[in-house]
């Protein structure tokens, strides 16, 4: 599954850490940008050690966060450094586990499902509808800090500094010359297909 990961050049050791060691790295919740993340309700039914184990996995939980679209200009002017950074296009293994983001409402458990760590990633599924632009894609982590990646594009982005860009692009080339490297160009400027243009 190809998705992308919004990068600022201003610590650039994360992004050759991707680049280089072919991995994201995975965050608990409690490090995402939504205060209201995790919250959910429940059915009067679910025993109280069912919830307690939950929220024991819900502060223990890793996952990355991609988007579906690399070229929406709001991902790019709040995660792209106003697009002064890079747009780094991935592969995800098909066998790790993939969630798309359900925006709109909280998470509702029901004493149905059993899993509680199942429980847990459903939570972690949903967020508020003011979020629903980023069109995010969560990968959470099996163990450890890091889900591996096959690197395949490289997006600069419209204002990327000319020096790191060109580091970059050489860095790239001498460690795996397999990535695309893409200019920014004022026809990418879309929004779900919808074309945006300059005056």
């Not at 080339?173 to 160009?185: D, G, H, R, V, Y």
């Amino acid at each position: 599954m190809q998705l992308y990961k919004f990068r600022s050049l201003d610590n650039f050791q994360f992004v050759l850490d991707i680049i280089v060691n072919k991995r994201l790295y995975a965050a608990t919740f409690d490090a995402m940008n939504d205060p209201m993340e995790g919250f959910y309700t429940a059915d009067d039914d679910i025993p109280d050690e069912l919830i307690k184990s939950l929220q024991e996995h819900r502060k223990t939980l890793k996952f990355c966060s991609l988007s579906k679209y690399s070229n929406n200009p709001l991902m790019w002017a709040h995660y792209g450094s106003g697009s002064r950074g890079i747009v780094i296009g991935v592969e995800v293994k098909e066998e790790e586990d993939i969630r798309e983001v359900i925006y709109g409402s909280h998470s509702h458990l029901m004493a149905s499902n059993p899993s509680t760590l199942e429980r847990a990633k459903n939570v972690l599924s949903f967020k508020a509808g003011f979020w629903q632009y980023e069109d995010e894609v969560r990968v959470f982590a099996d163990k450890g800090n890091y889900i591996s990646v096959k690197v395949t594009e490289i997006i600069f982005g419209e204002r990327v500094d000319r020096t790191q860009k060109a580091l970059l692009k050489k860095i790239v080339k001498a460690t795996n010359p397999s990535i695309k490297l893409t200019e920014w160009n004022d026809e990418m400027l879309y929004v779900h297909s919808e074309p945006v243009f300059k005056v």
